[in-house]
């Protein structure tokens, strides 16, 4: 049975040649049958499937399917079909390839069952995936790109040291519990928050996401993230630390997000707010925890992908994404306004939409585990949420001031690829017992009681009245074009300029000490020769060049007389 | 110049709809509290109004903390662009 045992990275990678080598209508339906096909292959694949083989001493799952890894199967098959229905229009052979070759390691990644298998398929979705960011063609997602890709095979590194150690400890390589313990516990734990963009490893996120292409964007909200969601909640469930860095992951953002001018900038700080909910869930670690956590980031993928697609149709028709610069695009765009808003509704969990749904798990986990004030600041958040993600994308986009841009809904296929997220957005927050029937836990939990709904219903509400309040009043910050300070200022200004004055004082240190030996040097030169007549006659002997010429006839000479004695 | 089409919102009367129908929406909210009988998870929520206090509160907390970010985080547009050209330039100052 060896279909069942083909991985389903595999369809990808072959799709990715397939779009290397065919043009035009012929690549869109390869690569629209690539998902499709590899899905129904999915579906019908028992609960759990194990490939292993020896490796050295190590036994090696590079294929493993359980309920935890088959959930993120699917909604990343559910994405990857979405962002190529979002780019079939593109004629750009590379992006078509990354991205397949990008949804294929994200795919390797989760159904990776040791370490090794996972390290691979980690620093694939590096290299595969900044192409995406890389294909704007333009100076700053080149080097926006270069900062991702260094950070991203950072991690890499990381893991494979602590792998290295944690086999040396453990005398196993398999992806299982890991937890804090030993050097190799710690170390795939950084490694881990790197690509999940825990606190102060964040920016590589914020800083490379909305430099990508259109549709890149989509795709890489989709798969490197929620990666390392899937190797969080395989690897450290219960770690109480994950609650801590999770509440910071959901508040922090928030601030950035509402001062932000670029709205695709203001999604990737809320991608990192929403992650926080699902590290905070797995730190919680009990069954409903879990449930929520994944649940909420397949959920993600869906919404935040919509948001991403609305945004990029934004900036695909009228070449701006600043929020200063937009507005009053209703008008013309009036499909992709009600789809950004079926977003907008998702990802603040209003009732009948899918966040509300996942995420009120996690909130009622913090609450039953008696985590007050962690339950506070997510509460805090979900407010926030709605306040910058749920308002402010929509409102300045295409509402707000009319910016007299007058452009039309974007091409068909990529309204198609927003309704189908806007539809399964609707549908899962109607019909939520389908998505939790693939969760990994039983727990019977259920969302539409008076109580979660009339409290969620009344948080929102009053957060647009304030949000109303603030607009009228005029207290709420202007959108204004700027570049706002974040962790990445460290390393993008600070370092750079303390290494250039660093090295600059050397330079000079460097200069002055030479100038000043050879200036001693003559100093002492002339005053020997000052000194004594005969030393300055011996050191300004000239010999003839006539002399020279005598002498290496003499060598070659005694050179001949040796090869003939020889 | 042919005058351009109306659009919902450039009509004052349907702005001032959709935010009255906010003002209700909440007002109701609120009032569904005393209605509604909600099982309790936490003393915190005994508090008259919790929900709906804590979200605005919440909210014009978030609003204004930002905003005074603002006066320390934000520079220009092309801060990094700049930065990059100028390290350029002193880099072929050096050589």
């Given amino acids: 049975m060896w279909m069942i045992e083909l991985p389903a990275f595999v369809p990808f990678f072959i799709g990715a040649l397939f779009a290397a080598f065919t043009r035009g209508a012929l690549r869109n339906a390869l690569m629209l049958a690539v998902p499709i096909v590899s899905a129904i292959h999915l579906w019908m694949l028992p609960e759990s499937v194990n490939v292993q083989f020896a490796f050295l001493e190590y036994q090696l799952i590079p294929y493993r399917v359980d309920k935890l890894s088959l959930m993120f199967g699917y909604v990343f098959h559910i994405a990857a079909l979405i962002g190529i229905i979002y780019s079939l229009h593109l004629k750009d052979t590379v992006q078509q390839v990354s991205a397949m070759l990008y949804a294929g390691s994200g795919l390797g990644a989760v159904f990776a069952g040791d370490l090794l298998t996972l390290f691979v398929f980690w620093e694939l979705l590096a290299f595969t995936s900044v192409f995406l960011i890389w294909a704007r063609r333009t100076q700053r997602s080149y080097t926006a790109g270069m900062r991702y890709l260094i950070i991203q095979v950072l991690s890499g590194v990381i893991l494979l040291v602590g792998t290295l150690f944690y086999a040396a400890e453990n005398n196993t390589l398999e992806f299982s519990y890991i937890g804090l313990e030993g050097v190799g516990g710690w170390l795939i734990f950084i490694a881990f928050g790197i690509k999940c963009a825990f606190p102060i490893a964040h920016n590589w ?273 202007p959108e204004l074009p700027s570049t706002n300070l974040d962790f990445d200022w460290l390393y993008r200004r600070v370092v750079p300029g303390v290494m250039q004055t660093m090295f600059s004082k050397i330079w000079q240190a460097d200069r002055a000490l030479r100038e000043g030996f050879k200036s001693k040097l003559t100093l002492g030169l002339s005053f020997i020769s000052g000194r004594d007549n005969r030393t300055s006659r011996f050191l300004s002997q000239n010999y003839p060049s006539g002399s020279m010429a005598m002498w290496v006839a003499v060598v070659l000479a005694t050179y001949l007389l040796l090869s003939f004695i020889h | 110049m042919k005058a351009e089409k109306k659009y919902l919102f450039d009509d004052p009367k349907n702005t001032k709809r959709v935010l009255l129908f906010l003002y209700i929406s909440c007002a109701l909210l609120v009032i569904l509290d005393f209605v509604i009988h909600r099982h309790i998870a936490h003393d915190w929520e005994n508090v008259w109004a919790f929900y709906p206090i804590y979200g605005f509160v919440g909210c014009s907390i978030l609003v204004f903390v930002a905003t005074w970010m603002r006066t320390f985080l934000m520079r220009d547009e092309n801060y990094y662009d700049k930065q990059d050209s100028t390290k350029v330039d002193a880099h072929h100052v050096d050589d």
């Fill in chain 1, 205 to 477: 996120l914020t800083d490379a996401y909305p430099e990508a292409t259109v549709t890149g964007t989509v795709f890489l909200s989709a798969f490197t993230t929620k990666v390392a969601v899937y190797a969080l909640a395989r690897a450290y469930p219960g770690t109480e630390l994950l609650v801590y860095i999770g509440a910071a992951m959901t508040c922090f953002p928030i601030f950035f997000a509402v001062i932000e001018n670029d709205l695709r900038r203001v999604l990737a700080y809320s991608l990192i707010n929403q992650v926080g909910f699902m590290v905070v869930g797995i730190g919680i670690g009990t069954a409903l925890a879990i449930n929520g956590a994944v649940s909420h980031a397949f959920n993600d993928v869906i919404f935040k992908g919509l948001l991403f697609m609305s945004m990029g149709a934004v900036l695909h028709m009228t070449g701006k994404i600043n929020g200063s610069e937009l507005g009053g695009l209703y008008k013309t765009m009036p499909k992709t306004t009600i789809l950004c808003i079926i977003g907008a509704a998702s990802i603040s969990a209003f009732p009948l939409f899918s966040g509300f749904v996942s995420k009120s798990m996690v909130m009622s986990a913090a609450l039953e585990e008696g985590y007050d004030y962690i339950w506070l600041m997510l509460l805090f958040a979900s407010a926030g949420v709605f306040h910058h993600a749920g308002i402010k994308i929509p409102y300045f986009a295409f509402f707000a001031h009319d910016s007299g841009i007058r452009v039309s809904d974007p091409p068909k296929n990529m309204l198609l690829a927003m309704a189908i997220s806007a539809g399964l957005c609707i549908a899962i927050g109607i019909y939520p017992q389908a998505l939790y029937s693939v969760l990994p836990y039983d727990t019977g939990y259920n969302p539409y009681d008076a109580t979660h709904v009339l409290a969620q219903t009344q948080l929102l509400f009053f957060s647009a009245l304030a949000f109303v309040w603030l607009n009228l009043k005029g207290f709420y910050p």
